[in-house]
């Protein structure tokens, strides 16, 4: 009898070893990521107040899971299933536990974005309504936001409209529904940072300007010329100018000091009393009148070896310019320019 009862025993013994060797390979497999059945990504809504049970459930449901229970425990043996959040999460087929319950326990929430692109030449004012006809943030919201900020990169001088004129970088632009309008800010700002670097820096001070100058004269740049290639000889007349502490006369900057936008500036327009009328005040103005891009700031760093001292619109539909060295020689390219507008009528 005892003989059997020892047999029986282990007999016994061995099933339960068998047993338990079966269970502990099938919990290593409920605890494997399940295969990749697609690229594409899974939307999980986790509500707010579900329990752990209740979030490993709608894993398993969603198929990012291959045991509900397992998923549970394990998150608690990690110390995680206090701390899961709720909100919708974008995960992928093939993740381990540790990486789904890395993204529920950071709270990674999917956000939707939008991308907008900021034009090179928009101000201040054409940035916010941008940003408010994508559905970013509200035109009054941005504008609050950006009287309250002031560039770090550069200065603040007196009878700007905007300190932050001119430094808010135009660039394509991916941000996240419901973004502040500060981080927008900061984005941009960032962005100039960037784009501005040590070697520009340099070359400014070997030029004698410092950041603010290089680009308010680069916003005027950007303004004023309409063909690309233009760019720099436009650079050259503005700093030849400056040298011969001419009054720079530039249109661009007279709309700005109006404040609407116009396409034929008048002579009542330039008496409009402005430190921004560059007809009535030399050298430059207090501060951009725009967002410069990087080329309109590589022209004026780098500007063609010219004498040239003026410079009209040809008038044609090109958007090129008659260049001048003397007075004369301008008010012969403005005769050509009002001959080719009449021509084109």
């Given at each position: 009898m005892g003989k059997q009862l020892r047999l029986a025993l282990g007999i016994a013994a061995l099933i339960i070893v068998i047993l338990g060797v079966a269970f502990a390979v099938q919990v290593n497999i409920w605890l494997q990521p399940v295969p990749v059945?697609?690229?594409?990504?899974?939307?999980?809504?986790?509500?707010?107040?579900?329990?752990?049970?209740?979030?490993?459930?709608?894993l398993a449901e969603q198929g990012l899971i291959r045991n509900a229970l397992v998923f549970r425990i394990y998150a608690r043996y990690r110390g995680l299933d206090q701390g899961l959040q709720a909100g919708n999460y974008l995960l992928h087929y093939g993740m381990t536990m540790d990486e789904i319950l890395e993204e529920l326990s950071q709270g990674n929430v999917y956000r939707p974005t939008v991308t907008v692109t900021i034009p090179e030449g928009y101000n201040i004012e054409q940035i916010a309504r941008r940003l408010e006809e994508n559905g970013l943030v509200a035109y009054g919201a941005f504008m609050e936001a950006v009287k309250k900020t002031v560039p770090e990169m550069g200065r603040v001088v007196a009878g700007q409209?905007?300190?932050?004129?001119?430094?808010?970088?135009?660039?394509?632009?991916?941000?996240?529904?419901?973004?502040?309008?500060?981080?927008?800010?900061?984005?941009?700002?960032?962005?100039?940072?960037?784009?501005?670097?040590?070697?520009?820096?340099?070359?400014?001070?070997?030029?004698?300007?410092?950041?603010?100058?290089?680009l308010t004269l680069a916003s005027?740049?950007?303004?004023?010329?309409r063909v690309a290639s233009e760019?720099?000889?436009?650079?050259?007349?503005?700093?030849n100018r400056l040298q011969r502490n001419m009054p720079?006369?530039?249109?661009?900057?007279?709309?700005?000091?109006?404040?609407?936008?116009?396409?034929?500036?008048?002579?009542?327009?330039?008496?409009?009393?402005?430190?921004?009328?560059?007809?009535?005040?030399?050298?430059?103005?207090?501060?951009?009148?725009?967002?410069?891009?990087?080329?309109a700031i590589r022209a004026?760093?780098?500007?063609?070896?010219?004498?040239?001292?003026?410079?009209?619109?040809?008038?044609?539909?090109?958007?090129?310019?008659?260049?001048?060295?003397?007075?004369?020689?301008?008010?012969?390219?403005?005769?050509?320019?009002?001959?080719?507008?009449?021509?084109?009528?």
């Amino acid at each position: 009898m005892g003989k059997q009862l020892r047999l029986a025993l282990g007999i016994a013994a061995l099933i339960i070893v068998i047993l338990g060797v079966a269970f502990a390979v099938q919990v290593n497999i409920w605890l494997q990521p399940v295969p990749v059945m697609t690229a594409e990504k899974v939307m999980v809504s986790i509500p707010y107040g579900a329990s752990s049970m209740a979030i490993a459930e709608i894993l398993a449901e969603q198929g990012l899971i291959r045991n509900a229970l397992v998923f549970r425990i394990y998150a608690r043996y990690r110390g995680l299933d206090q701390g899961l959040q709720a909100g919708n999460y974008l995960l992928h087929y093939g993740m381990t536990m540790d990486e789904i319950l890395e993204e529920l326990s950071q709270g990674n929430v999917y956000r939707p974005t939008v991308t907008v692109t900021i034009p090179e030449g928009y101000n201040i004012e054409q940035i916010a309504r941008r940003l408010e006809e994508n559905g970013l943030v509200a035109y009054g919201a941005f504008m609050e936001a950006v009287k309250k900020t002031v560039p770090e990169m550069g200065r603040v001088v007196a009878g700007q409209r905007y300190a932050l004129e001119g430094y808010l970088f135009p660039d394509t632009y991916e941000f996240a529904v419901g973004v502040a309008a500060q981080e927008i800010i900061e984005r941009m700002l960032n962005r100039l940072q960037q784009v501005f670097d040590d070697r520009m820096q340099k070359r400014a001070a070997e030029l004698g300007m410092d950041i603010h100058e290089v680009l308010t004269l680069a916003s005027l740049v950007e303004r004023e010329a309409r063909v690309a290639s233009e760019r720099e000889t436009i650079a050259s007349v503005i700093h030849n100018r400056l040298q011969r502490n001419m009054p720079l006369q530039i249109d661009a900057a007279v709309i700005y000091a109006l404040g609407e936008h116009k396409t034929v500036v008048t002579f009542a327009d330039l008496e409009v009393e402005s430190p921004y009328n560059l007809y009535k005040y030399s050298g430059l103005p207090p501060g951009p009148i725009a967002s410069p891009g990087e080329a309109a700031i590589r022209a004026v760093l780098y500007p063609a070896e010219t004498d040239y001292l003026y410079y009209v619109v040809k008038g044609d539909g090109s958007g090129e310019h008659y260049f001048g060295r003397t007075l004369q020689e301008h008010e012969q390219n403005k005769a050509k320019a009002r001959k080719n507008m009449n021509n084109r009528q």
